[in-house]
């Protein structure tokens, strides 16, 4: 058994290692049962937008129009993050923190708030804690400069969570919000249940959805919703990512896109991302991708699209350009952007 006093020696030797390269993923060994790792990445954005819907670091579902085009230049580091990773033997605990927190101001500091991402417990098959729901498929979000890229076209939501995992079956119980009716008679958890296929092919996802949502004249609504997606290997490097959610789903797709409950209504969309990823060496790589959101009930219909252009200059830096366009059809306005990205990943 390792000291506490030798634990702490190791500690600080491994730190001191740790900062002086550039490897990923650094972990400390404490004992044969117990380690922690440290991750993360720092990013620097330069982003530039211009048209009639009004400047965002990063876009979303949603946006404020304007009555004439304007333009915005910014520069800004929020999307870094740090995360630790702590195992005892068949436990482990998961914290990631980022800096889109809010806060501070571009007079002076610049300064902001930390925000939690992420805080989960996972005890062998069961997972309890927040972190993404199991209704969406992290390997299908495309490389992007933009935060995310095309959020309307994705399933992107982290919540409270139990889940049990069995094989290639995963079902949970999730944090429940009727958002856009009675919040407070939320009663019931969300259903999630997802099976994952895998190959060398490429892996892809099918998820349902189940809900009770109370409206606010007090009326309970059952919302279902089904969804599949995936990354499909295709030529050397290449890979096809690609995502299709139909149903009652709300405030599941398209980060803010539609509410869950319009008026007394269920909302009904449909979503979709398709999103292809070239190597033109093999540190140089470019990525074409469409976004796009329909709701039936709001009528909302919104669109992105995007290409860049990535280089690692060594293995854990990578600098990239990005133009596209963010649209919202519904409201006849739509806006064009420019974004350069330096991302150090540690």
């Known amino acids: 058994m390792i000291t506490s006093?030798?634990?702490?020696?190791?500690?600080?030797?491994?730190?001191?290692?740790?900062?002086?390269?550039?490897?990923a993923g650094y972990e400390i060994k404490l004992s044969?049962?117990?380690?922690?790792?440290?991750?993360?990445?720092?990013?620097v954005d330069a982003r530039y937008v211009d048209g009639d819907v009004a400047y965002r670091d990063f876009w979303i579902g949603t946006g404020t129009p304007l009555e004439k085009s304007a333009s915005q230049f910014r520069l800004f580091a929020n999307e870094t993050r740090f995360n630790t990773k702590y195992?005892?033997?068949?436990?482990?605990g998961f914290i990631e923190m980022d800096f889109w927190g809010g806060g501070g101001n571009e007079i002076i500091s610049n300064s902001v708030h930390p925000r939690l991402?992420?805080?989960?417990?996972?005890?062998?098959?069961?997972?309890?804690?927040?972190?993404?729901?199991?209704?969406?498929?992290?390997?299908?979000?495309?490389?992007?400069?933009?935060?995310?890229?095309?959020?309307v076209g994705l399933v992107f939501?982290?919540?409270?969570?139990?889940?049990?995992?069995?094989?290639?079956?995963?079902v949970s119980l999730e944090n429940p919000e009727s958002w856009g009716g009675d919040t407070a008679n939320d009663s019931m958890p969300d259903v999630v249940a997802r099976y994952n296929l895998k190959g060398d092919w490429g892996s892809v996802s099918f998820s349902a959805l189940g809900r009770q949502l109370n409206?606010?004249?007090?009326?309970?609504?059952?919302?279902?919703?089904?969804?599949?997606?995936?990354?499909?290997?295709?030529?050397?490097?290449?890979?096809?990512?690609?995502?299709?959610?139909?149903?009652?789903?709300?405030?599941?797709?398209?980060?803010?896109?539609?509410?869950?409950?319009v008026g007394e209504k269920v909302e009904d969309l449909t979503a979709y991302l398709a999103a292809y990823r070239h190597y033109w060496t093999e540190t140089l790589r470019s990525t074409v991708l469409y976004g796009r959101a329909e709701a039936d009930v709001s009528g909302a219909d919104r669109s992105q699209w995007s290409v860049n252009l990535f280089q690692n200059l060594t293995k854990q830096l990578a600098v990239g350009v990005e133009v596209g366009n963010f649209e919202m059809a519904d409201q006849n306005v739509d806006s064009n952007y420019a974004q350069l990205s330096f991302k150090y990943v540690l």
């Open 117 to 151: 991402r992420h805080a989960f417990i996972k005890y062998k098959d069961v997972l309890a804690g927040q972190t993404w729901s199991t209704f969406m498929n992290t390997s299908a979000i495309p490389e992007s400069a933009d935060f995310a890229g095309a959020t």
């Open 5 to 23: 006093k030798y634990k702490k020696l190791l500690l600080a030797s491994s730190l001191c290692v740790a900062a002086g390269t550039a490897n």
């Open 157 to 170: 939501i982290r919540q409270g969570q139990v889940r049990y995992n069995m094989g290639n079956f995963q």
């Open 32 to 43: 044969d049962e117990d380690k922690i790792s440290f991750g993360g990445y720092i990013k």
């Open 215 to 261: 409206t606010t004249l007090g009326n309970s609504e059952t919302a279902i919703g089904a969804s599949i997606a995936g990354r499909i290997k295709t030529f050397g490097k290449d890979d096809f990512r690609f995502q299709l959610h139909k149903g009652e789903l709300g405030r599941y797709v398209g980060v803010a896109f539609t509410k869950d409950l």
């Open 87 to 92: 195992v005892h033997g068949d436990v482990t």
